[in-house]
């Protein structure tokens, strides 16, 4: 028998999720965002959990190719751009789009206009303007003649003006509030031709009025939330339920430890029940005591370290679970948000980091 931890990736959740977020932007198109291997559910599920998609958007060059030999027709988009010349050659073979973020790759792209124009070639970008995340984009006293630059290249065809939110799931953020990033946006872009391209998951769930031409939702085509509210409450359901059993029960006495570095000590008798995922499978090591978890759907609390095949839960209040209970990581049960806010970060970390040895099924 295999060992039981398993991923189990429900795709009817992902087609609902991304239902979901373009109901939220009437009028616009949805990138469905499928960087990190569709967030760790694989590429190939999420080109198929997200068919309806108007795009796909990532950031690896080899995963975009292979989206293409997977028979994907519709816009892929590459959200870093492009990172060096011979990545041209790359768009042009299979029909990307990129983000053009920086003056050395407007650089690129004269250099290579010649010959790309003589081959026919016309790129669709998306010219990314810096409104104060300052991690990619021309600042916005520099967007206009970097849009000029970029229109006069023989090779480029559309160009989409584009940005990304710091903190749209905090409206009212005293550094940098969504509001100050828009105003940004539009004196930088404005009077410029093209389509537009603004909102997250985070813009797509709480500034729905921002939805532009197109849209860029990620997390919660995951059933994950950026922050601001709870899954449940934006109608989106889990797209991967982690799921593993009891492999063995402890009944320890007052004042004896658990695990590693023998963190956790019970106060009284205790039973204690062993769990076959660890942190090799990508559960968060730093998880602490009172992380939620399900044993025969019934919530309890993580005790003890996290090891790299292990974890250890309280099975006080469960007398009737036994080796081979059920035990639910985060998914359905147990919202992935619920489980990462204890461990001290977020959903989109915990589904990213599922380890490869961890057998993936569809459900
Ligand atoms: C990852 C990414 C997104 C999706 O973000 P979510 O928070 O997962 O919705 C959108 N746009 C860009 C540029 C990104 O890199």
């Known amino acids: 028998m295999p060992r039981p931890i398993v991923a189990t990736i429900h ?21 469905g965002v499928v960087k990190a291997n569709g967030y760790g559910h694989g590429l190939e599920r999420a080109m198929r959990g997200f068919a309806d998609a108007d795009g796909l958007a990532l950031i690896e060059f080899d995963n975009a190719v292979k989206l293409r030999e997977l028979g994907w027709k519709k816009p892929i988009l590459l959200l870093e751009g492009f990172f060096g010349p011979s990545d ?6 299979y029909n990307l789009q990129a983000a053009v973020h920086c003056n050395e790759q407007l650089e690129w792209l004269e250099a290579a206009q010649e010959a790309l124009t003589a081959r026919g070639i016309r790129f669709d970008l998306h010219l990314k303007m810096n409104t104060g995340m300052n991690r990619l984009g021309f600042m916005p006293d520099a967007y206009a003649a970097a849009h000029a630059r970029l229109i006069a290249i023989t090779c480029v065809g559309s160009v989409t003006l584009m ?11 005293p550094l940098l509030p969504i509001n100050e990033q828009i105003r ?7 009077g410029l031709p093209g389509m537009r391209s603004l909102s997250n998951s985070a813009g797509v769930l709480l500034h729905a009025s921002l939805a532009n031409d197109w849209v860029r939702p990620g997390i919660m085509l995951y059933g994950g939330t950026p922050g601001g509210g709870t899954a449940d409450g934006f109608g989106l359901q889990p797209t991967m ?35 076959a995922c660890g942190y090799a499978d990508g559960y968060p090591r730093h998880a602490p005591l009172g992380t939620p978890v399900l044993v025969d759907g019934v919530k309890t609390q993580l005790v003890g370290r996290v090891s790299m095949d292990m974890l250890t839960v309280d099975l006080t209040a469960l007398p009737s679970a036994r080796i081979g ?7 359905k049960g147990l919202p992935v948000d619920d489980v990462a806010e204890a461990a001290g970060t977020i959903g989109y970390e915990l589904m990213c980091a599922l380890a490869p040895r961890v057998p993936v099924v569809e459900g």
């Not at 795709?11 to 990138?31: F, I, T």
């Not at 940005?163 to 953020?173: C, E, I, K, L, S």
């Not at 339920?241 to 658990?258: P, R, W, Y």
């Open 325 to 331: 209970s059920k035990v639910t990581l985060w998914g």
């Open 11 to 31: 795709l009817d959740s992902m087609q609902h999720n991304l239902a979901r977020a373009k109901a939220l932007s009437p009028g616009a198109k949805a990138w």
């Open 88 to 93: 041209l050659n790359t768009m042009a073979g």
């Open 184 to 190: 940004r946006f539009e004196l930088g872009a404005a």
């Open 241 to 275: 339920t982690l799921s593993s059993e009891i492999i063995g029960i402890q009944d320890i006495a007052a004042g004896d430890a658990v695990g590693y570095g023998s963190r956790f000590q019970a106060e009284g008798p205790m039973r204690v029940g062993v769990v």
């Open 163 to 173: 940005t990304h939110f710091a903190n749209a799931d905090d409206v009212d953020h």
